[in-house]
């Protein structure tokens, strides 16, 4: 029962020191992390942000990891014969000194079989794995995103 199910995998605020949603791991910053708001039954949505690798050692976030997702792939947007498809990934590349941004038509994190369906206003964990083995755990708002235009035509829509 989807509301009975809900409390298992989405925080309480109440118990959330109030730090915002940003991260951070050593040298690797998140900001602005959210999760797209989806319509009911919706059995997949997808996780965007900011990394921004102030280190002088690249990284690459490598797995990801939610309660609220049986499955969260890494995902990019490729062009193929003209025609942008989703693609998984193994890795994100986040290089020393670079700011990559995580966004729709470009990288994102797939979430699919989800639990619930994520509500605007909601805050949906996340963690993510990088290749130097650190994790960081985000509490991801939930929020209406728009889909990127070249997405609507194919079944690719939304992520
Ligand atoms: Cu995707």
Same mark, same amino acid.
């Given at each position: ?20 949603a ?16 989806? %319509? ?63 966004? %729709? ?10 639990a ?15 290749d ?8 991801? %708002? ?18």
């Amino acid at each position: 029962m989807r509301l009975a199910a809900r409390p298992l995998f989405l925080l309480s605020l109440l118990s959330l020191p109030l730090l915002g949603a940003a991260a951070e791991v050593d040298s690797l910053a998140v900001e602005g992390d959210h999760v797209r708001a989806v %319509p009911p039954g919706s059995a997949t949505t997808a996780a965007f942000m900011t990394l921004t690798n102030a280190g002088e050692t690249d990284l690459a976030l490598v797995e990801g990891a939610s309660p609220l997702a049986g499955r969260l792939e890494l995902h990019n947007h490729v062009m193929v014969d003209g025609v942008m498809q989703m693609r998984r990934v193994e890795a994100i590349p986040l290089p020393a000194g670079e700011t990559v941004r995580l966004a %729709p038509g470009g990288w994102h994190l797939m979430m699919f079989e989800l639990a619930a369906t994520p509500v605007e206003g909601e805050r949906v964990e996340l963690t993510l794995t990088l290749d130097n083995g650190e994790t960081m755990t985000l509490e991801a %708002p939930v929020q209406r995103v728009q889909p990127m235009a070249m997405d609507m035509s194919g079944d690719d829509q939304g992520h």
